[in-house]
């Protein structure tokens, strides 16, 4: 080997140590990297793994604490035969030009199946800045999906996590508090000129996640909308103050051995959260964290059982470290003997 040669294979070695090092630090590499993604939420449609994430782009838009840097166009859906298998990005399902009411950033989706028909949950900002779940219907879980042409009646807010329970009754939860508007909806009505945040109300109870039971088309609410109460160790609900364990964003439900597991962001603490219940409705009792902060601002998962394992999704910031360009990740999640679920640790070190 000559002296060019051999620089040229000791630079390619310690390239490949330091980008091995380098991903040494996460617990878990990005499902794909030819795009970015975020806001997984997967589920088994068809004995295989959809995942319905946001598809984060570089749009330009400046940062700011509405998060107007989220200002997604299109959904991609993704699917797996197994959950180590290959992805397969089945391309763009819907773009917010085919969204009649739709204005900007769309944002973290979410899907179900009912009657041998998909449903896709989206939340958007209508012409008027408000976001509101609007929901497209395909006959495939990968779509193309087509939207209905009015959101959802009595939505507001972002991030729909629309769960069935084993009586085949589904239930929309969603809502997020600063950027997501749910601040501005204290009395019912959209308000403007209300908070950016959710600071000012410390001392009092913190805002919920919200939820209503789908009706049976899977098109709107049959319901009235409730709040999503998350009680302290006292049976207190959380006060607005205690950021480490309120409700911010990003909700999901599962079941496991007959309780409802209430999961979500706690934001600007950039916890996952959980808290359990004995009904779809709460209140559920808050348990602790079982994800410590990923890389990034933003924190989202969801979370599946497949062949009698359970897993979440989630997303961090490992291929761009830009808050905006973030990538889907998988890992195991476990519950315990006493049915919690174990810390998981994203960071290695
Ligand atoms: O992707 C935009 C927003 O970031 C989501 O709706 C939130 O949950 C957060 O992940």
């Not at 991903?23 to 997967?42: G, R």
């Not at 009092?204 to 319901?223: I, N, Q, R």
């Not at 394992?309 to 470290?321: A, V």
Request: aromatic share 12%.
């Amino acid at each position: 080997m000559n002296q060019l040669k051999l620089h040229a294979a000791v630079a390619i070695t310690i390239g490949m140590l330091a980008a091995s090092a380098c991903q040494q630090k996460f617990l878990s590499q990005p499902l794909i990297s030819d795009i970015y993604t975020a806001d997984p939420s997967a589920h088994v449609f068809e004995g295989k793994i959809y995942i319905y994430p946001s598809h984060d782009i570089e749009a330009g838009t400046p940062e700011n604490d509405n998060g107007d840097h989220f200002d997604m166009r299109d959904y991609h859906i993704l699917s797996m035969d197994s959950i180590n298998g290959k992805v397969t990005d089945h391309g763009v399902a819907l773009s917010i030009k085919d969204i009649p009411w739709a204005g900007r950033q769309l944002w973290a989706p979410d899907a179900a199946c009912k009657n041998g028909i998909y449903y896709l949950y989206f939340p958007v900002k209508d012409k008027q800045d408000i976001f509101r779940i609007g929901v497209a219907t395909a006959k495939n879980p990968a779509g193309p999906f087509k939207a209905q042409p009015q959101p959802i009646a009595g939505s507001y807010s972002i991030d729909p996590a629309v769960f069935t329970d084993t009586d085949g009754s589904s239930y929309m939860y969603f809502g997020g508090i600063w950027g997501g508007q749910l601040q501005r909806w204290q009395n019912g009505q959209y308000d403007a000129k209300g908070s950016k945040t959710d600071s000012g109300k410390e001392n009092e109870a913190a805002l919920t996640a919200k939820v209503a039971k789908m009706s049976a088309d899977m098109l709107g609410f049959e319901t009235e909308v409730k709040d999503v109460v998350i009680l302290d160790e006292t049976g207190k609900p959380l006060l607005t103050k205690d950021h480490n364990r309120r409700f911010f964003e990003g909700a999901w439900m599962h079941k496991y051995q007959n309780k409802y597991y209430f999961t979500y962001s706690t934001g600007d603490t950039h916890f996952l959260a959980y808290a359990i219940g004995d009904s779809p409705y709460g209140p559920f009792k808050y348990q602790g964290t079982f994800m410590d902060p990923v890389q990034g601002w933003t924190t989202h998962h969801s979370i599946i059982e497949h062949l009698g394992k359970w897993y979440i999704y989630y997303h961090d910031t490992q291929l761009s470290n830009k808050t905006h360009l973030r990538n889907i990740k998988v890992t195991e999640l476990k519950h315990n003997s006493d049915g919690g679920i174990d810390l998981i640790k994203p960071m290695l070190k």
